[in-house]
Structures are given as structure tokens and as C-alpha cells.
């Protein structure tokens, strides 16, 4: 039977949350504490807290439930946008080709 991990201490989360506020990297703590870079990015997510940009340059942001909520309501009215868009091209399109003449009479 294995032997269960001990779970880190509340004192200790908080520290690793406060040093990557701070602008220490995840990995770079999972490394000199001993602990997983996934454990740090979980307790930095649940605290709300914006993680420093990553090694290729883009900012890390971890979204709190509030944010990821809006953001999936934004998405959702940008694709009603989008298709309500599409409808009135195709519409101006052909009230355009059926509204006007095909040919010009002649004038003679």
C-alpha cells in the first residue's frame, strides 16, 4: 500500500503564491522547493493572481471564474454577431441582383 503525500502546509501555498506575484517563474520555485510547477499554477490560479509572462514571452494570466464566464458570454455574442452579419451580406446581395434591372433598354 502506498504511503499518502503529505499535503502542503497553507503557510507554505501562500508563500508560493506571493513569490510568483512577485515575479518569480512557477518553475523555477517547483524546482528550489521541491514541490510540482502544476501544484504552484493551481494554488496562483485559485488566488486570482495574474502569474509573470512565460519563457516564450506571453503573459500567463490565469482566469478567475468571473473573467472565464465572461469571456465564454463574449464569445458566444461575437458569433451571433458574426452570423447576423453574414445574413444582411447575403440579403443586400440578393435584394441587390432582384431589385435592379439585368439589362438597360436600348434607346433607339
Same mark, same amino acid.
Given at each position: 500500500?502506498?504511503?499518502?503525500?503529505?499535503?502542503?502546509?497553507?503557510? /507554505?501555498? #501562500?508563500?508560493?503564491? %506571493?513569490?510568483? #506575484? !512577485?515575479?518569480?517563474?512557477?518553475?523555477? $520555485?517547483? #524546482? %528550489? /522547493?521541491?514541490?510540482?510547477?502544476?501544484?504552484? $499554477?493551481?494554488?496562483?490560479?485559485?488566488? *486570482? &493572481?495574474? !502569474?509573470?509572462?512565460?519563457?516564450? *514571452?506571453?503573459?500567463?494570466?490565469?482566469?478567475?471564474?468571473?473573467?472565464? #464566464?465572461?469571456?465564454?458570454?463574449?464569445?458566444?455574442?461575437?458569433?451571433? &454577431?458574426?452570423? %447576423?452579419?453574414?445574413? $444582411?451580406?447575403?440579403?443586400?446581395?440578393? /435584394?441587390?441582383?432582384? *431589385?435592379?434591372?439585368?439589362?438597360?433598354?436600348?434607346?433607339?
Amino acid at each position: 500500500m502506498p504511503i499518502p503525500k503529505p499535503l502542503y502546509p497553507a503557510a /507554505f501555498r #501562500q508563500q508560493m503564491v %506571493e513569490l510568483v #506575484q !512577485a515575479g518569480r517563474k512557477p518553475s523555477e $520555485l517547483a #524546482q %528550489e /522547493f521541491g514541490c510540482h510547477v502544476t501544484s504552484i $499554477l493551481a494554488w496562483v490560479r485559485r488566488a *486570482g &493572481v495574474i !502569474a509573470p509572462a512565460t519563457t516564450q *514571452g506571453a503573459a500567463y494570466a490565469a482566469l478567475n471564474a468571473a473573467e472565464r #464566464q465572461e469571456l465564454m458570454e463574449l464569445r458566444r455574442k461575437f458569433r451571433q &454577431v458574426q452570423m %447576423e452579419r453574414d445574413i $444582411l451580406a447575403k440579403a443586400t446581395a440578393w /435584394f441587390a441582383h432582384n *431589385g435592379a434591372p439585368t439589362s438597360t433598354p436600348s434607346t433607339r
